[in-house]
């Protein structure tokens, strides 16, 4: 049996969950969220508690499945409750963001600037012109979306231009040496 898919998940307080068919829905001050269960898990709600058990006549598929749905439905119960979110920094002399709207505009030296537009329930804060707080409900969106920025202008190794990770610690090369044999 899964060690994580036996911890009971704790409904926070201001937080709804409804669980019909195989989909769960879970509703709290900072959003909305739905999820289809796997088949093999069964999902019950006790309390201020979430169980999740597995059908053992299914496979012994539904024990890796049991501790994931535990796991993702921890997810979106914090998620709605508080919220996810990933910094990320813009490193190189002219490189900057700003957002208007939902549209996060990002110049990083190419000879255009690059236009993102934030999929719904994700929010983009920028501070000081270089830093980029990506946040919302979804942890698995908000990680999607802080990748997507990311992947516009990886950090290259000799200078470390580029977007990065706020925890991120990109391994500088050396660059050539002058003049040596």
């Known amino acids: 049996m899964s060690r994580v898919g036996k911890i009971p998940v704790t ?4 937080v709804k969950v409804d669980i019909k068919d195989s989909i ?3 509703e ?5 969220l739905s999820r289809e269960l796997p088949r093999g898990v069964k999902v019950k709600v006790e309390g201020n508690q979430i169980l999740v058990n597995r ?4 496979s012994n598929k539904a024990a890796a499945l049991q501790g994931l749905t535990r796991t993702l439905i921890y997810n979106m119960v914090q998620g709605v409750h508080t919220g996810f979110t990933r910094e990320l920094d813009i490193v190189g002399v ?3 963001a700003a957002t208007k709207g939902n549209v996060l505009t990002m110049t990083l030296g190419y000879s255009h600037p690059v236009d993102y537009e934030l999929p719904q329930g994700i929010t983009a804060k920028v501070e000081g012109n270089t830093h980029l707080v990506v946040s919302g409900a ?3 969106l908000v990680g999607m979306v802080a990748a997507k920025i990311r992947s516009f202008k990886e950090p290259e190794p000799y200078q470390g ?4 990770y706020s925890n991120e610690h990109i391994i500088r090369k050396q660059g050539k040496a002058a003049g040596a044999k």
């Not at 709290?28 to 909305?32: M, N, Q, V």
């Not at 059908?55 to 299914?58: H, L, Q, R, Y």
């Not at 231009?161 to 990065?164: A, D, L, T």
């Open 55 to 58: 059908d053992e006549a299914v």
């Open 28 to 32: 709290g001050p900072k959003g909305k």
């Open 161 to 164: 231009k580029g977007v990065k």
């Open 138 to 140: 979804d942890k698995i």
């Open 24 to 26: 769960i829905k879970v």
């Open 94 to 96: 002219g490189y900057r």
């Open 11 to 14: 409904i926070l307080q201001g």
